[in-house]
């Protein structure tokens, strides 16, 4: 792959549209399980379905998916949809289902006590339904509009306590750190999965986001991680579990090693994060084209090796700047895309959010990578969401003549 410039290749284009012509709307037969690489259906035989996902945010301190002030929650997920996303990955603090003091709080008096009156107001007028529910009911409530919405749901704890992710020192980078107790995580994330068991919408759980900091080893990495991965399937044994690894989700290198050990199968997807500045300025300064076939050879090995092994790797998060003048995220992007292309990769957008309720202190925050504009009403950059439909229909995998990708009924 050395000095290759990815792109997407025109031809694909028409593949992609033909293969949603030839599909013939069967509904997907859920849970979701993992066939070699791909993650297949409940099916005879496990027909593909590949994760096209947008990533919507609940981690923050209000602990409410973002938007909900905007627009009525059915509207957001309409948008998610008509983009031609097929999943969220929507984000979750520890403490939502672990900290009672905070969890049975209405959302009203969530903003309340950040002092947010105008956000509780705007959230009152657009969702009436959800401003005096308990957070956790109110989260609920999102995942049930988006399986109403055919949108399939991936929970990923993101953090401990709720705030913005993430650096080296808040604490929450790596088990035992300050606000990374392994024994509440576990119990947080086995209450969460006993939440959603019998939910079809909820099809994986992300175990832990952007493991990081001074203190990560692999040696508690493989205790910590296999324990969180049994404590979800015991508790839900129908949705994917979904593994992160060291470095800021950056590096699985490990596992060419030494595997994980589980007492299940057919229900592990690896994740991993590829940003445009996680190579600091490294498009904008070199060629593209040998940026391009260093980085992406890295990422193999320290990711990529996984689907020669057999495990279906999960992109889950990756973004670029939609103002457009970003020559570092515009090089990181075609790269990234084709990436996507030439393996057919699962992956999660960062992010849908077009504003934040409150970031880092800052209210109402306008997010730079967000699909969305600060309103939430209209695109950043319609010739990005059009950029990346390329990437959102399968065109590798089991039965993908039958099912396309547009064809999931979610039965909630």
């Given at each position: 792959m050395a000095n290759k410039h990815y792109s997407v290749p025109s031809f694909l284009l028409t593949n992609y549209f033909f293969l949603f012509l030839l599909s013939s709307s069967p509904s997907s037969a859920f849970p979701l399980s993992t066939s070699s690489r791909w993650i297949v259906d409940d099916a005879a035989g496990g027909r593909r379905v590949k994760l096209a996902c947008v990533n919507l945010v609940s981690?923050?301190?209000?602990?409410?998916?973002?938007?909900?002030?905007?627009?009525?929650?059915?509207?957001?997920?309409?948008?998610?949809?008509?983009?031609?996303?097929?999943?969220?990955?929507?984000?979750?603090?520890?403490?939502?289902?672990?900290?009672?003091?905070?969890?049975?709080?209405?959302?009203?008096?969530?903003?309340?006590?950040?002092?947010?009156?105008?956000?509780?107001?705007?959230?009152?007028?657009?969702?009436?339904?959800?401003?005096?529910?308990?957070?956790?009911?109110?989260?609920?409530?999102?995942?049930?509009?988006?399986?109403?919405?055919?949108?399939?749901?991936?929970?990923?704890?993101?953090?401990?306590?709720?705030?913005?992710?993430?650096?080296?020192?808040?604490?929450?980078?790596?088990?035992?750190?300050?606000?990374?107790?392994?024994?509440?995580?576990?119990?947080?994330?086995?209450?969460?999965?006993?939440?959603?068991?019998?939910?079809?919408?909820?099809?994986?759980?992300?175990?832990?986001?952007?493991?990081?900091?001074?203190?990560?080893?692999?040696?508690?990495?493989?205790?910590?991680?296999?324990?969180?991965?049994?404590?979800?399937?015991?508790?839900?044994?129908?949705?994917?579990?979904?593994?992160?690894?060291?470095?800021?989700?950056?590096?699985?290198?490990?596992?060419?090693?030494r595997m994980v050990k589980l007492s299940f199968g057919k229900k592990l997807v690896f994740e991993a994060h590829w940003y445009g500045f996680t190579d600091g300025q490294a498009w904008a300064d070199g060629n593209a084209n040998e940026v391009c076939g260093r980085v992406s050879g890295n990422m193999k090995r320290m990711s990529g090796f996984l689907l020669e092994a057999g495990y279906p790797l999960f992109f889950s998060e990756f973004g670029i700047d939609q103002g457009g003048g970003n020559l570092n995220d515009n090089r990181y992007i075609n790269c990234f895309l084709g990436y996507v292309a030439e393996f057919d990769l699962d992956w999660a957008y960062w992010t849908i959010v077009g504003s934040y309720y409150l970031r880092q202190g800052v209210a109402g925050w306008s997010e730079s990578y967000g699909l969305l504009d600060r309103d939430w009403v209209e695109p950043r950059n319609r010739s990005f969401i059009e950029r990346i439909s390329a990437v959102q229909m399968p065109f590798r995998g089991n039965h993908i003549r039958e099912t396309g990708l547009f064809c999931l009924r979610i039965s909630c």
């Open positions: 981690h923050l301190e209000p602990m409410v998916a973002e938007g909900l002030s905007k627009l009525p929650i059915e509207t957001i997920a309409e948008k998610i949809g008509s983009m031609g996303f097929n999943c969220v990955r929507l984000t979750w603090p520890i403490y939502l289902v672990t900290d009672e003091s905070l969890s049975s709080l209405t959302v009203r008096q969530s903003f309340q006590r950040l002092g947010l009156i105008d956000t509780a107001a705007g959230i009152q007028a657009n969702n009436p339904d959800i401003v005096d529910l308990p957070l956790l009911q109110a989260f609920q409530q999102v995942v049930s509009t988006l399986c109403e919405n055919n949108i399939m749901v991936i929970l990923d704890n993101h953090i401990t306590t709720p705030g913005w992710c993430c650096s080296n020192d808040d604490g929450n980078g790596f088990f035992n750190d300050r606000y990374f107790d392994p024994n509440l995580w576990l119990t947080g994330l086995t209450r969460m999965a006993t939440l959603f068991n019998g939910s079809t919408a909820v099809v994986g759980m992300s175990l832990r986001n952007e493991l990081r900091g001074p203190k990560q080893n692999t040696q508690d990495w493989y205790k910590y991680m296999q324990q969180g991965a049994e404590a979800v399937h015991a508790a839900n044994p129908n949705v994917l579990v979904v593994v992160s690894g060291l470095n800021y989700d950056k590096d699985l290198s490990f596992l060419s090693n």
